[in-house]
């Protein structure tokens, strides 16, 4: 039975067995390439984008980071991109893990930003695990419209 659980993953993930367990078993974890982690953590990184009459606005599901391991960059002119990274804990040679289901690794969302975006006035705010990024938008200047008299 010991070997079952170290043959499907690492020994961390919970049991092979257990029928309410999303656990994949990924027969590539462990070799140089494998980006099983990576895609994990991105899959997590969760973002609304709102567009208001005043502003574009993002909210990121970040629980448990800090704002110190959170980047928000504007780059290439209206690229808006988030990253970040979540740490794995410390291992100790004795623990002996039940279950995993946290992700960790880093995270990139990157998103282009409509024409009317004013990138020197991006603020971003982080309170409770949600990381909010707001991009105000330029005002939409009305046409002018002139009358013109018919003759005739």
């Known amino acids: 039975m010991s070997l079952i659980p170290s043959f499907f993953g690492n020994g961390r993930r919970s049991n092979v067995f257990d029928p309410f367990s999303l656990d994949i078993w990924d027969p590539f974890q462990g070799f140089p390439f494998s980006t099983a982690g990576e895609t994990t953590a991105v899959a997590n990184a969760r973002i609304d984008w709102k567009e208001t009459p005043e502003a574009h606005l993002f909210k990121v599901d970040v629980p448990g980071l800090k704002k110190e391991e959170v980047k928000v960059e504007v780059e290439d002119g209206n690229i808006l991109q988030i990253s970040g990274e979540r740490n794995k804990e410390k291992e100790e040679k004795n623990d002996k893990w039940h279950r995993v289901e946290r992700s960790s690794g880093k995270f990139i969302r990157r998103f282009r930003l409509p024409e ?17 990024v707001t991009v105000p938008k330029e005002e939409v200047k009305k046409p002018e419209v002139k009358a013109i008299d018919i003759s005739g």
Do not use: F, P, Q, S
Not at 116 to 132: D, F, H, I, Q, Y
């Open 116 to 132: 009317n975006a004013k990138l020197e006035e991006v603020k971003a705010a982080m309170e409770n695990g949600v990381l909010t």
